[in-house]
C-alpha cells in the first residue's frame, strides 16, 4: 500500500470498536487469536467500512441504499494518495477535484477532503446514488460546502454537462466499472465467493449496483471512452485519472492515449494484499 495510507497495517479493532459498538457484534478472533470479520457477510463488511470512515476519517453518517456499492475503505485511499502524489502532494482548498460516477458511498470525495482538504465536484447518472451522497455530504459538516453533486444527464459523455465552462479541476477520478456484461459480473462474484468458502451464494458481499459493476465492453471501452473525449478539456482538466483493474487492458489504453496526443502519461501500480491494478494518469499541458 501507499506509504501514506493510514490502513497499511492491520486493522485497529481496539480503535474501530471504540468509536463503532456495532462493530463488536460482527467481529470474532480467527484461528491465530486475532480480531476479524467473515467478509463473506455483507453486513459485517458495510459495518467495517462505516467504522473505517468514522474513525480515521470523522464520518459520522454513511448509510448507503440496499444494493449499492460499499467499497473496500483501504483500496479507495490508494488511490487517494497515488493521485496526490501526481499533484506533487498538493493541499487545500484551491485544489479542485472532479469525481466521475461518485456513487450512492462518495468515498473519494470523503477521503481527499479528509486527507487533503481538496473540494470536489462529483457526477453520477444515477438519481438514487447522488441522492445518497447528497445525505452523507449534508449530515457530514466537514463535506458540506466542499462538495458539489451533480446530475450526469447525457448518458453519451463523462466530461459534458457535468463540466461547466469556465471552471477548471487539477484532477479528474474515475473508477470505472470492471466488467463487460452482467453475466462476467455475476461469474466474478461467484468466484469471489468461493474463495470465501461460499461457493452456493450468488450475491455479492460488497454489493454494486448494475451500472456500478459493469460497462459494455468492460473498463477497456470506458477507459478509451474517457480518453477519447478527454482531449477536449485539456485546457480544463489539469491531470485526467482511471484505475485500470486488468493489466491486458493497458496495451489498449496505451494506444488511445497516444492517438489523443497525450503530452505525459504514468502508469502507478498499486497493490493491496495479492489484489493488483493501476492509476493510469494523462495531462494535454505541457
Not at 465552462?165 to 473508477?175: K, Q, V
Not at 450468488?202 to 459494455?216: C, D, I, K, Q
Not at 473498463?219 to 491486458?248: H, N, Y
Request: some cysteine.
Amino acid at each position: 500500500m501507499h506509504p501514506r495510507n493510514r490502513h497499511a497495517g492491520r486493522y485497529d479493532f481496539d480503535l474501530l470498536v471504540k468509536l463503532s459498538p456495532e462493530l463488536e457484534a460482527v467481529a470474532y478472533l480467527n484461528p491465530g487469536g486475532e480480531p476479524t470479520i467473515d467478509f463473506s457477510d455483507p453486513e459485517s463488511v458495510l459495518i467495517l467500512n462505516r467504522a473505517l470512515l468514522r474513525s480515521y476519517y470523522g464520518v459520522g453518517f454513511w448509510e448507503l441504499p440496499p444494493g449499492y456499492l460499499c467499497p473496500p475503505v483501504p483500496g479507495r485511499a490508494d488511490l487517494v494518495h497515488h493521485a496526490a502524489d501526481v499533484l506533487g502532494g498538493k493541499k487545500g482548498e484551491t485544489v479542485r477535484v472532479l469525481d466521475i460516477g461518485t456513487g450512492a458511498n462518495c468515498v473519494y470525495p470523503i477521503i481527499g477532503r479528509a486527507e487533503y482538504g481538496w473540494r470536489f465536484v462529483g457526477s453520477d447518472a444515477d438519481r438514487t446514488a447522488l441522492a445518497a451522497a447528497r445525505r452523507i455530504v449534508d449530515a457530514n459538516p466537514f463535506l458540506a460546502g466542499g462538495v458539489d453533486l451533480r446530475l450526469q444527464t447525457n448518458a453519451s459523455s463523462m466530461f459534458e454537462g457535468v463540466v461547466n465552462a469556465g471552471e477548471s479541476f487539477d484532477l479528474s477520478l474515475c473508477n470505472p466499472p470492471f466488467h463487460a456484461s452482467p453475466e462476467e459480473a455475476r461469474a466474478a462474484s461467484r468466484e469471489k465467493w468461493s474463495k470465501l468458502g461460499r461457493p452456493q451464494e450468488t450475491g455479492r458481499n460488497f454489493g454494486g449496483a448494475e451500472n456500478e459493476l459493469w460497462h459494455p465492453g468492460g473498463e477497456e471501452a470506458f477507459a478509451r471512452r474517457m480518453i477519447e473525449e478527454s482531449p477536449a478539456f485539456g485546457a480544463q482538466i489539469g491531470w485526467f485519472t482511471v484505475l485500470i483493474s486488468k493489466a491486458a487492458t493497458l496495451p489498449s489504453v496505451e494506444k488511445a492515449l497516444a492517438r489523443a496526443g497525450a503530452r505525459e502519461r504514468r502508469i502507478i501500480d498499486m497493490a493491496q494484499g495479492q489484489k493488483k491494478s493501476r492509476l493510469v494518469a494523462w495531462t494535454f499541458r505541457p
